[in-house]
C-alpha cells in the first residue's frame, strides 16, 4: 500500500512515491489522483487565504486549482517539485481572482472577517484564534500584490528567494526588494495595532 506522510524525512522518497502517484493517475488510475489532493489541498487552501484573505475565496480558488492540476498534470515535466508547480498555479490563480475582485470593487476590508466568523466550516473551526488572524488578514491587505505575494511566500510557506523566483517568473533581487518594503509595512501596521 502507498502511503504518502508529511513526516517523511527523505525527500528523494517523497518525489519518488508523488511521482509514481502521477504516472498512476496518467495511466487512468484516478485514485492516485486524489492521494496526491488529499496531500495538498489543504496547503493549496491556506496559500490562496493567505493572498486572498477571504474563506470563500479561498475555497474557490482552491477548487479552481485542483481542477487546473486534473487537466494539465499531464504536462508537468518533473522539472521542479510538485510542491512549487502546484504553488506557482495556485499563487498565479490567487493573484488573477484579486484582480477579478477590483474589477468588480469587491475588494472589502470589512467583510471577511464577519463572513468567517459566521461560516461554520471545518478549516475555519479549527483556527485557535480568529481575532489574530483577522487583524493579520487587514494588514496583508494593505500590502500592494506583490509585496503581499512574497511576504505570504516566505513566511507562512517558507520557500526560498529561489523558490519564489521559479513560481512568480520574478528575479531574486526584484523579490527581495519586495520583501522589504512588505515586512517594513507589517511591522509599522503591527505597532500601530498594539498602540491601539
Known amino acids: 500500500m502507498l502511503v504518502l506522510s508529511n513526516s517523511m524525512n527523505d525527500t528523494g522518497l517523497m518525489e519518488e512515491l508523488e511521482n509514481k502517484l502521477i504516472h498512476d493517475f496518467l495511466a487512468?488510475?484516478?485514485?492516485?489522483?486524489?492521494k496526491l489532493i488529499d496531500k495538498y489541498q489543504q496547503k493549496i487552501y491556506?496559500?490562496?487565504?493567505?493572498?486572498?484573505?477571504?474563506?470563500f475565496d479561498a475555497d474557490d480558488v482552491t477548487q479552481e486549482v485542483i481542477l487546473v492540476i486534473y487537466k494539465k498534470l499531464k504536462t508537468f515535466?518533473?522539472?521542479?517539485s510538485l510542491y512549487t508547480w502546484i504553488y506557482r498555479i495556485t499563487?498565479?490563480?490567487?493573484?488573477n481572482y484579486i484582480k477579478k475582485r477590483k474589477v468588480r470593487e469587491?475588494?472589502?476590508l470589512d467583510d471577511a472577517p464577519e463572513k468567517e466568523l459566521k461560516q461554520n466550516d471545518d478549516i475555519v473551526s479549527n483556527i485557535d484564534n480568529k481575532e489574530k488572524l483577522n487583524r493579520l488578514d487587514k494588514m496583508l491587505k494593505k500590502l500592494p500584490d506583490k509585496q503581499r505575494e512574497v511576504f505570504v511566500l516566505r513566511n507562512f510557506e517558507e520557500f526560498s528567494y529561489?523558490?519564489?523566483?521559479?513560481i512568480t517568473g520574478k528575479s531574486v533581487g526584484a523579490l527581495k526588494a519586495n520583501y522589504f518594503h512588505a515586512l517594513k509595512k507589517v511591522t509599522?501596521?503591527?505597532?500601530d495595532d498594539e498602540q491601539r
Not at 515535466?77 to 521542479?80: E, V
Open 188 to 191: 509599522e501596521l503591527m505597532k
Open 46 to 55: 491556506w496559500h490562496a487565504r493567505r493572498m486572498l484573505n477571504d474563506h
Open 28 to 34: 487512468g488510475n484516478e485514485t492516485a489522483f486524489n
Open 91 to 95: 499563487t498565479t490563480r490567487s493573484l
Open 77 to 80: 515535466d518533473f522539472r521542479s
Open 106 to 108: 469587491f475588494f472589502s
Open 162 to 166: 529561489q523558490e519564489i523566483s521559479e
